[in-house]
Structure formats: structure tokens, C-alpha cells
């Protein structure tokens, strides 16, 4: 009797890691190969001028000396980070005033579904399709610069994508439109987590909802707040399609919209593998160190 | 007995999940010693060897019944709809036609983004490896890249199709030798010649100057300085000489006197400085703008509301892209005329290659006959589409007759006009690179024109763009 259960243990084990190998085999086949290659051919010099492939060969860190010499890295980082400053500044504050809205059941609002369906949208149209959208409505000859001269606020079509800080500001304005409605459903989970006895308590103490959203929801919120923010980090390093459609692949004027990964599109034009790696695996390494900082945070929750 | 069943699904289900990830495993493994065989093959270059064999061999009859032609618009597509013999249009389906028994099967990727070239080197690079039926077998190229074709083996040379030099008589010099290889061998025929005029708009000349005569209006944009002049006028009655400063570049850059890339280093004309000087003096002055070729701001122009004075264009420019079909546009109403226009240039141009390891060189050789040699199928090109065909006495023969006038033009004979520019061309500074470093060139300038950098830095930032395209350039 004893020896039977004992032997069913032992096959349940052997059940979970039957079970574990769909994931094990589709992480290593689409994760882990494509990123070890991708670390591999960051040491060769591997292009394509035409039709004629140069290369592989082995230059050891030659491509990654040359994207650090030429400073191109750090220009398009600023760029990316930028960018990403200013369309998060605005979403944050939109979200955390929405959450707090939705989220408090004395206002009792009226159609709430409705308004959370409609601000999560955006998010839903492809992002080439936004950028197309506003590429249109932002021309120089487009309707926005129409209306702005009739009613007599310019005289002179403005040109939007010409300008450092008008073309930067509507691609920050896209990224918030599309993910505002996003970060504002995970911070109303994340308040509707808190005790409402919290609340309760400091109406009956005489708090203000202002000093209540200070200094219960924000401190409570905390471990979300950082959630969301390396996540949106993460995700606005790899900003890339709204940019890219917005200003033709250009990153005009001068390039002050270029991201990172705009430039390392740069490089398939060559099919250069060499310096696409070497980027991949700088923006690898920034990704790895922001994800370690959420789990660290994410854990110090749990104590 | 229950939990069975279910634990039994749960496997099969999670089996079915693990074998579909090994499908797509199989596809990626095995896409890697594909690209090793490319790359071996192109170091050999040594994927046609057994193709000429192969067609000799192959009779009419026993020929592929799948033509795949790649093609980036479908203007090809409506020349051969409207003038091929024999070729009928699939009702249901606008990728496929036929030609007799044969599928014709278009495969039309946009130029945007450079991704027609694109997806035609991945599947060159293939070709020797696909199916009899997915091989490519006729694919078009533009005088900006077509070196980086014709000087490869993948294409094939017209001789091996059977395509004498006797055929070709005809034909324009300069448009064989844009599709010639380094070795001299011709590897492409075209049934246009794109050399390029002046259109401009019929009411704003008589508005402007009182006359539309284009031997009076000549006068106005005989150079460039006259050119500059003449700018301030149009200014003056409210419209722009040109709808963007990319309209000119071509004009400037067909005049050139050296190669964009001369020894490995990027190389940049007298007369592409000397477009860059105009054209700031133009934006600078509001004559013109900096809007991208064929956007909608560009475009506007084709209307009367636009206000552009001119368009430069090759004989293709007013049929294809001015919007003539279009109610209320100025080629409509019949609102253009031609001019010779400061410099003669040309503009594109569409040449047709066979690819190697085709399986309808019969099929491909008579097209490339009827479209590019058969005198009567060029004429009714030029009367139904306002082309400019690659025929000699053809054009010569239509020149003179004054039977023959484009209703777009108001009436106006262009012909003798291109017939003079075409002898004018001179093709000896083309090279591989030429696609790359135009749009480079242009995108870089707008920075210096708009204001928001100098010429020194748009410059640095032209040279930048140039090396991540081709890296093995320097400067």
C-alpha cells in the first residue's frame, strides 16, 4: 500500500514536467535561439550591399565600438526617452485622475462601462493606422492647419513635421491617447484592491478626499505605480511605429524623432546583422536591468 | 473514469499545441541552411548553369503554365490588359490574367520603403530552390537600381532568349544601356522612353505672362537664373513655380558629370550643390516648398486651386500621376502644355528582365517583342496612354503628324519635343548606389531647406543615412 502511493507521487512529478515542455520547447525555439543568435552575430561583420552579401566575418567588438563611437546610440536614446517622458507625464496624471474617479464609489458615476470601453480604444486601432490618421490630419495642407487658418489663429500653414518640438509633441500625444485607457484600468484594479475601511476612517477623521488620495490611495498604490512605469519604460524603448509611419521613416527633422529601434530598422535596408545584433543586445541588456528592477519590486510586495 | 477522459484530452490537446511549435520550428531551422545555400551560391554565382540548357530544351509546349511577373504598380499590368494579344483579364481575381493555357500571376509589391526590392532579392535569392511554378520569370526594374540587377546573374540576358540585336534596332540607345552589364551583355528591354519636359499650367501662363504659347514660355524658364526670375513673378500672382523643390531635383541630377559613388567614397556633383543653392533660394523666397514627391500637399497642384505653376515630368507623368482622369483637375480640362524647361532630363523609365531559371522563355520573348518591337502595338500605346514608346520611327513618324495631339495637353504635339530630348541623354554616370543616395539626398536637404539645420549638418546627415544603407561606402 505504502509503496503504491509513494509510486504515484513519483508520476505526478513526471505529469508536471510533461506539462512544463509546450512552454519549455516554444521559449527555446522562438526566445532563447533567436536571442542567442542574435548575441552571435553581433561579433561579425554581416551585410548586404545590393545583391552582394559581405561577410560574416569575425571582428570580435568592432560593431559595438562603432555604434558607441558614433554617438548615433545615445542621440536616439535621448530621443526615445524623451518622447516617452512626455506622452507618460500626461498619461499618469489622466490615469490616476480617471482611476480614482471610477474608482470611488461615493461619486457613484453614471455609465461607467461605457466610459472604460471608450478610453481603452485607442489602444485597439493599430498603431500605423493612428499614425497614418494624424500624418493626414497634420499636414501642411491637412485639415488641422485649414481650420487653425480660418479661424484666424495662423496665417501660415504651420508645419508640424518640420518642427523639432511639434513633431516630437504628436508623437508623444499618440502614445498617450493609446495607452492612457490602458495604465487607467491597472490603476483602478490597483485601487479597488485598497480596504475601503482605509477611506471610511479618515471621512470620519475629517480628511478631505484630496489629503485621502495623497495619502492613502498614492502610497498604497505604489508597487502598481512602479509596475507601470518600467513597463511603459520598456515598452516606449521599443517605440517604433508611430514615429516611423508619422515622419516617413525619416525621423525628421534631423532625426530628432528617430528612436532605437527606428535605427536599427535603419540597418535592415543593408541587412546588416552585425550592427543590428550589437543594438539588439544593448537595448537587450537595458530591458534585462529595468525588468530586474519591477521583479525586485514586485517581490518586496509580497513581504 | 471521467478524470481519465479529461486527463486524455488534456495530453491530446497539449500534444496537438507541442507538434504545431515543431511546424513552426521546422520552418525556421530549415530557413537557415537556406540562406547558407544562398550565400554559397552567390560566391559561386553559378545559379544559372544548367538554366540556358533548360530553354533551348524546352519547346512552347511543354513550357511552365505559370508566369509570375514582379512588378511594383500595375501599370505594366495595364499595358499588357489593354495591348498584348491574347492576354485576358481574370474577372474574379485582379492578381491573375492568361495568356492562351499560361496563368499570368502579378505579383505587385509598393515601392514605399524600398519594399518591392526587398521582397524581389529575398525571392531571387531563392530562386534557384523553388518550385517550377513559384519561380519568378519576368520582373521589372527602374533606371535608379536597375545596375544592381542587370550586373548580377539573376537576370538573364535577352540574346539567350532569342532576342536578336536586329529586333532591337529600333529601340533608343540609352535604354539598352541602362540594362547593359559590366560585360556589355543586354540584359532588359523597355517599351518607354522617359525623357522629361516642362508642364505647365495653361490659364496661369496667360495669366501671368498673356501668352500660352510654350515657344513664349519657353523664354521664362530658358535657365536656371530665368528660372529664379521667373519665380519671383509667379510669386507675385500667387503661385509657385514648382509645387515642392524635389520637382527640379531630377533636372539637376540627370546633368550631373560624375558618379554618386567614385572609388568606394560617396561623391556629391557640382550640379546637386548647385540644386541645393536654387532650391534654398526658392524656399527661402515662399516660391516653392519642400513637400515629398507624391504626397497630398505635392499633389494639390494637379487641381486649379493649387496654384502650382509647373510640373517637371516624363511623357508617363501626365498620364499616370496628374490626375487626368480626375473631375475638376487641370489635365481634364485639357489645362497643360510642354516646354523644353531649363535643362533636358529624364525620369524613370520601366524596363522588363527575365529572370534566370525561367520556365516560359518562349512566352516571356514574345511579350518582350510585342511590347518593346512591334511597331503597331507602340502606336496605339502612344495615342491610348500618352507614353512615350521606345521606337524610333515610330516616335519620329508621330512627331510629324499632325494628326496626333494629347488632349491633356490642350491639344499640343509633345512628341517632337521628347524625340530631341531622348538623343540629348547621357546614361555614363549611373551606378548601383544611385536609388539610395537620391532619396538620402532629398530627405537629408529638406532639413536645410526647412530650417532646421545647415548645410553642413544636413550634409552629415546625408552621408550618415548613405553608410547604414551601404555600409561599405565611406567618405
Known amino acids: ?303 | 473514469m471521467k478524470k481519465k477522459l479529461l486527463s486524455a484530452m488534456l495530453i491530446t490537446a497539449m500534444t496537438a499545441s507541442l507538434l504545431a511549435g515543431c511546424g513552426g520550428a521546422k520552418d525556421e531551422t530549415s530557413a537557415d541552411p537556406g540562406t547558407a545555400a544562398q550565400e554559397q551560391q552567390q560566391d559561386a554565382a553559378a545559379p544559372e548553369e544548367e538554366a540556358p540548357a533548360q530553354v533551348e530544351a524546352a519547346g512552347a509546349a511543354d513550357e511552365g503554365k505559370v508566369l509570375n511577373i514582379y512588378c511594383w504598380n500595375d501599370e505594366f499590368k495595364r499595358r499588357i490588359q489593354d495591348h498584348y494579344p491574347g492576354y485576358t483579364a481574370d474577372a474574379s481575381d485582379a492578381t491573375k490574367g492568361t495568356i492562351g493555357d499560361v496563368t499570368v500571376v502579378w505579383n505587385i509589391t509598393p515601392n514605399d520603403d524600398n519594399a518591392y526590392q526587398n521582397n524581389l532579392d529575398e525571392t531571387l535569392l531563392k530562386q534557384a530552390d523553388a518550385a517550377v511554378d513559384d519561380k519568378i520569370d519576368i520582373f521589372l526594374v527602374e533606371a535608379d537600381y536597375a545596375l544592381k540587377y542587370v550586373d548580377t546573374e539573376f537576370t538573364m540576358p535577352v540574346a539567350d532568349l532569342g532576342i536578336t540585336d536586329a529586333d532591337l534596332a529600333n529601340q533608343y540607345q540609352y535604354t539598352k544601356d541602362i540594362v547593359t552589364d559590366s560585360n556589355g551583355v543586354l540584359k532588359g528591354v523597355s517599351w518607354q522612353g522617359c525623357p522629361g519636359a516642362m508642364f505647365y499650367s495653361r490659364e496661369a501662363a496667360k495669366e501671368v505672362f498673356g501668352t500660352d504659347d510654350p515657344a513664349e514660355v519657353q523664354k521664362y524658364v530658358a535657365d536656371w537664373d530665368t528660372f529664379t526670375e521667373t519665380a519671383a513673378t509667379l510669386k507675385d500672382a500667387g503661385y509657385s513655380i514648382i509645387s515642392s523643390v524635389n520637382d527640379s531635383y531630377r533636372v539637376y541630377s540627370n546633368n550631373v558629370t560624375s558618379k554618386w559613388v567614385e572609388d568606394g567614397k560617396i561623391n556629391i556633383d557640382d550640379n546637386i550643390m548647385k540644386w541645393v543653392e536654387d532650391s534654398k533660394a526658392l524656399v527661402d523666397a515662399g516660391e516653392t516648398s519642400t513637400y515629398e514627391l507624391w504626397s497630398d500637399d505635392w499633389s494639390k497642384g494637379f487641381y486649379p486651386e493649387g496654384k502650382v505653376f509647373s510640373y517637371f515630368g516624363p511623357a508617363w507623368f501626365i498620364n499616370f500621376s496628374m490626375a487626368a482622369d480626375a473631375e475638376g483637375s487641370i489635365g481634364n480640362a485639357g489645362g497643360w502644355a510642354a516646354t523644353e524647361g531649363p535643362q533636358g532630363f529624364f525620369w524613370g523609365g520601366t524596363w522588363i528582365c527575365a529572370a534566370t531559371g525561367t520556365d516560359n522563355a518562349s512566352l516571356i520573348k514574345d511579350i518582350m517583342l510585342q511590347m518593346t518591337c512591334n511597331e503597331e502595338i507602340m502606336k496605339e500605346i502612344v495615342v491610348a496612354d500618352d507614353d512615350f514608346v521606345n521606337n524610333k520611327p515610330a516616335m519620329e513618324g508621330m512627331a510629324a503628324d499632325p494628326g496626333y495631339s494629347s488632349k491633356i495637353l490642350g491639344g499640343q504635339n509633345p512628341l517632337g519635343m521628347y524625340c530631341a530630348g531622348v538623343e540629348g541623354l547621357d546614361l555614363s554616370n549611373l551606378s548601383i548606389y544611385d536609388q539610395g543616395c537620391n532619396e538620402e539626398f532629398q530627405n537629408a536637404m529638406k532639413n536645410y531647406f526647412d530650417g532646421n539645420t545647415d548645410l553642413d549638418g544636413a550634409l552629415d546627415l546625408f552621408y550618415k543615412a548613405v553608410v547604414e544603407k551601404y555600409p561599405d561606402l565611406t567618405y
Open chain 1, 1 to 303: 500500500m505504502k509503496a503504491a502511493r509513494r509510486g504515484k507521487v513519483v508520476s505526478y512529478n513526471k505529469w508536471g514536467y510533461i506539462f512544463l515542455i509546450p512552454f519549455v520547447s516554444v521559449y527555446l525555439i522562438f526566445q532563447f535561439i533567436p536571442l542567442a543568435s542574435t548575441i552571435y552575430n553581433s561579433f561579425f561583420e554581416n551585410y548586404r550591399s545590393g545583391l552582394t552579401q559581405i561577410g560574416p566575418n569575425f571582428v570580435g567588438f568592432e560593431n559595438y565600438k562603432t555604434i558607441v563611437v558614433n554617438g548615433d546610440l545615445i542621440t536616439y536614446a535621448q530621443n526615445t526617452l524623451i518622447m516617452w517622458v512626455m506622452g507618460f507625464i500626461p498619461q499618469i496624471i489622466v490615469s490616476l485622475l480617471l482611476a480614482a474617479w471610477f474608482s470611488n464609489p461615493s461619486l457613484r458615476l453614471k455609465g461607467q462601462r461605457f466610459f472604460k470601453t471608450v478610453i481603452y480604444l485607442p489602444n485597439l486601432i493599430m498603431a500605423s493606422a493612428f499614425a497614418m490618421l494624424f500624418f493626414t490630419l497634420f499636414a501642411d495642407g491637412g485639415p488641422v492647419n485649414s481650420i487653425l487658418m480660418q479661424m484666424g489663429i495662423l496665417d501660415q500653414p504651420y508645419k508640424f513635421m518640420s518642427n523639432v518640438w511639434s513633431a516630437r509633441t504628436l508623437v508623444a500625444f499618440m502614445n498617450f491617447l493609446m495607452w492612457f485607457g490602458n495604465t487607467t484600468i491597472l490603476l483602478m484594479a490597483g485601487m479597488m484592491g485598497i480596504d475601503t475601511a482605509l477611506f471610511e476612517a479618515a471621512e470620519v477623521d475629517g480628511a478631505t478626499s484630496t489629503q485621502a488620495f495623497f495619502k492613502i490611495t498614492i502610497p498604497l498604490l505604489r508597487p502598481i505605480l512602479v509596475y507601470v512605469m518600467i513597463t511603459s519604460l520598456i515598452g516606449g524603448l521599443q517605440m517604433f511605429d508611430v514615429p516611423q509611419i508619422l515622419t516617413n521613416a525619416t525621423g525628421d527633422p534631423m532625426r530628432s524623432t528617430m528612436t532605437l529601434i527606428m535605427y536599427l530598422n535603419k540597418h535592415l535596408y543593408s541587412k546588416n546583422y552585425g550592427l543590428g545584433g550589437a543594438l539588439s543586445v544593448v537595448m537587450f541588456i537595458v530591458t534585462a536591468i529595468l525588468s530586474m528592477i519591477v521583479y525586485k519590486f514586485t517581490n518586496k510586495k509580497v513581504d
